[in-house]
């Protein structure tokens, strides 16, 4: 069994959240002509025929309108519990009432934006926000465990004065670089470090030279 042939299953609470966004769509007349017909795995929609309006929407066009709009909020809630629902409209084209069946197969894994968290790690650097840039790359180095991703998490960290941090990550890129560049990169990431630290103490002390004037 793998993870994309898994199937997923809701509870009776999370369904009935599901089904109450669904409902919440606007339908002609808000005579909100569907039906969920829910099992642990899927949900079915149906139009419900007793909410038709045979005089003005004779055709039930518009009851259809309806359903679509009920099965936009249903794949947008249960998107919202980090699931992808695989829709199949009309899933037995002779059926009087089923409009259609999602299904929760796949599992939408909430991984993060790992282009957008780089740049804002650069971003966050370059106005001299390294806390801030240190948890940007934490998301970097998440997405990319690497020796290079590793080691930049080091050095913001570092610079960020998260000196528990910045040890913890460079022992991890150190473990990841070949073996004959490890000690490069241990003394590289030293010497990232006491410069940080240096700095940090430098901004702490008081001036060693008094200012005059204002
Ligand atoms: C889901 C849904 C919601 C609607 N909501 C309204 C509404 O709030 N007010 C309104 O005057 N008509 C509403 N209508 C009716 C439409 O404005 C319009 O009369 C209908 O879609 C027919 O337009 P058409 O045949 O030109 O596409 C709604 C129709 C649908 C399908």
């Known amino acids: ?5 898994q199937s997923l299953r809701l509870h009776d609470e999370q369904w009935r959240a599901v089904v109450a966004a669904a409902g919440a769509a606007p339908s002609t007349h808000n005579t909100q002509p569907w039906r969920f017909v ?7 929609l149906h ?11 004779p055709t039930g066009r518009e009851a259809r309108i309806s359903c679509g709009a009920a099965l936009l909020n249903l794949r947008l809630a249960l998107r919202a519990l980090d699931l992808e629902p695989v829709v199949t409209l009309l899933p037995q084209r002779r ?16 991984t993060p934006d790992e282009r957008l968290a780089r740049q804002m790690a650069n971003a966050f650097l370059s ?7 240190v948890g940007a790359q934490e998301m970097v180095t998440q997405v990319e465990p690497t020796q290079q991703t ?8 570092y610079q960020a004065g998260q000196t528990r941090k910045g040890d913890l990550a460079a022992g991890k890129a150190v473990d990841l670089a070949p073996k004959d560049e490890q000690k490069d990169l241990k003394t590289q990431l030293d010497s990232a470090k006491t410069q940080a ?11 060693a ?3 005059v004037g204002g």
């Open 150 to 157: 590793f080691a930049n998490l080091a050095i913001f960290a």
């Open 1 to 5: 069994m793998n993870a994309s042939s």
């Open 209 to 211: 030279t008094p200012t």
């Open 127 to 133: 106005i001299g926000n390294a806390n801030k840039a």
């Open 47 to 57: 139009l419900d025929p007793s909410r038709a309006l045979p005089v003005i929407d």
């Open 95 to 110: 059926h009087a009432t089923l409009l259609a069946t999602a299904r929760l197969t796949t599992l939408k894994p909430a």
């Open 197 to 207: 630290l240096t700095q940090q103490l430098q901004q702490a002390a008081p001036s």
């Open 38 to 44: 829910v099992e642990p795995d899927a949900i079915h």
